[in-house]
């Protein structure tokens, strides 16, 4: 079983909808949780992180965390065709002090926004 | 500013030959990943540098993959006697410091293809 589950998609919305993303995973160790946009043919670009449980908001993205359940959300209000990419999630738990702060990726949901 | 650049940014190899990858990191970051991209695996770990200490490398999948950070900046990927599983895209990152709050910048990757 792989650390981190994510669901690849692809994931086809009508413009002006509400996209729900998840996550889940395996290791309660995890304390930080990251999501990331990839355009094709480009890096990975943060969009947002949290360290807690609980909901954290940038706009029209909304980052949630659920512990207790290991499952995180991204949700993007009024979504936009340049919405369109791979979103993945990330994880990592707090190292030792000269560890690695290594981050374990989801596969990457493919969404398309259609105009 | 200038952002992580990565060269070449395709390659095709015949399976046995060897190839170098580069890694440009962002002027000033300490700390570097290289991470593989394979279809529906997501991002693999595979090394990682921080200033003048040893690095991490718990991710190479096999004794083939090495790499090297001159001079605390440029990073080389080396791949000898590739195989076909090598086919990937192959991604570096570098942040500013080691640590969660230090945000890992991707480059545009190198896409290999191994025939």
């Known amino acids: 079983q792989k650390e981190v589950e994510q669901d690849p998609g692809p994931l086809s919305v009508p413009e002006g909808a509400i996209v729900s993303l998840n996550c889940t995973y395996s290791n309660s160790a995890f304390q930080y949780f990251m999501w990331y946009r990839q355009y094709s043919r480009k890096g990975p670009e943060l969009l947002m992180y949290t360290y807690s449980s609980g909901n954290k908001e940038d706009g029209r993205f909304t980052a949630q965390v659920d512990k207790s359940s290991k499952y995180i959300s991204l949700f993007i209000r009024d979504s936009q065709p340049s919405d369109s990419a791979t979103y993945l999630c990330a994880m990592s738990a707090i190292p030792t002090t000269s560890g690695t702060y290594k981050y374990i990726f989801g596969t990457g949901t493919r969404l398309k926004v259609l105009a | 500013g200038a952002g992580v650049s990565q060269s070449p940014s395709n390659k095709v190899t015949e399976k046995g030959k060897d190839v170098e990858l580069r890694c440009d990191p962002i002027?000033?970051?300490?700390?570097l990943y290289w991470y593989r991209q394979s279809l529906g695996q997501g991002l693999e770990f595979l090394i990682y540098f921080q200033g003048n200490s040893a690095p991490d490398k718990s991710g190479l999948p096999s004794d083939r993959f090495s790499a090297e950070r001159t001079g605390g900046s440029v990073s080389t990927l080396t791949i000898q006697r590739t195989q076909q599983e090598d086919s990937a895209v192959y991604l570096c990152?570098?942040?500013?410091?080691?640590?969660?709050?230090?945000?890992?910048?991707f480059g545009p990757g190198t896409r290999l293809t191994v025939t």
């Open positions: 990152a570098s942040s500013l410091d080691r640590g969660l709050t230090y945000e890992q910048y």
């Open positions: 002027s000033g970051h300490t700390a």
